[in-house]
């Protein structure tokens, strides 16, 4: 069964703080994704990546940077973390594109204050 | 803009009624649709995907309908269940290539009490 785990589950940062989202997915899945979730929104695609080394820009890429270390790795970095970056941030993975299914990991609430 | 329109926003049930979820969307072109469940605090989970004109789909006691003309879909939940109290989420991918785009909505939360 597809699996893509996440950590930490939880995090509490303050403004101006480093914080490295991380998530691994067993799938052998080529794509990778990072969301938010905002009240009220649905999921924006933060970066995404189609193998180690590739790193592609999604809608919502201000503040943030990614990064791919090898095909189960993906990484989501936050340098200098502001209150309007606290958020559900989802991490999902999938074998092609958007065509195909995403096979979500089960989240990561950061809270920046 | 949204591009993706669900309704209700909330909706509370009995458990073993049946209930009916919309999505309007704007989204072109639009390749597929999904159906998301979202447990609180988890990930999502997929229900179901349509991908043709006029496409019915059933899993279970979930069932889903996609009028491409209207960019519309429906999910059906039948004899709701506690289990079945979740967010659901439409999601509408606008090409079938890698160069596609998802759009999700902000979904439908549902209550579903004894």
């Known amino acids: 069964e597809a699996a893509v785990t996440q950590s930490p589950r939880n995090k509490v940062t303050v403004t101006g703080g480093n914080v490295t989202l991380s998530c691994r997915q067993t799938n052998s899945h080529n794509y990778m994704y990072w969301y938010r979730q905002d009240t009220g929104h649905g999921l924006r695609l933060i970066h995404y990546?189609?193998?180690?080394?590739?790193?592609q820009i999604g809608d919502v890429p201000d503040g943030y940077k990614a990064t791919r270390t090898t095909q189960e790795d993906f990484f989501l970095l936050l340098e200098l973390a502001s209150p309007s970056q606290t958020s559900l941030y989802f991490c999902a993975s999938s074998e092609g594109g958007s065509s195909y299914e995403q096979y979500f990991g089960p989240g990561t609430r950061l809270t920046v204050l | 803009k949204t591009q993706v329109e669900q309704s209700p926003q909330s909706l509370v049930v009995r458990q073993g009624e049946n209930c009916v979820l919309q999505c309007n969307y704007s989204v072109t072109p639009d390749n597929h649709l999904r159906w998301f469940k979202q447990d609180t605090g988890k990930g999502l989970v997929s229900l179901t995907v349509?991908?043709?004109?006029?496409d019915k789909t059933s899993n279970g006691r979930y069932s889903a309908t996609l009028d491409k003309d209207a960019k519309h879909s429906t999910l059906h939940i039948t004899a709701t269940l506690l289990d079945d109290t979740a967010t659901y989420i439409c999601?509408?991918?606008?090409?079938?290539?890698?160069?596609?785009?998802?759009?999700f909505g902000a979904g439908t939360q549902l209550i579903v009490i004894p």
């Open positions: 990546s189609y193998g180690a080394g590739n790193l």
């Open positions: 999601v509408v991918g606008d090409r079938g290539s890698a160069l596609g785009r998802l759009h």
């Open positions: 349509l991908v043709h004109e006029n």
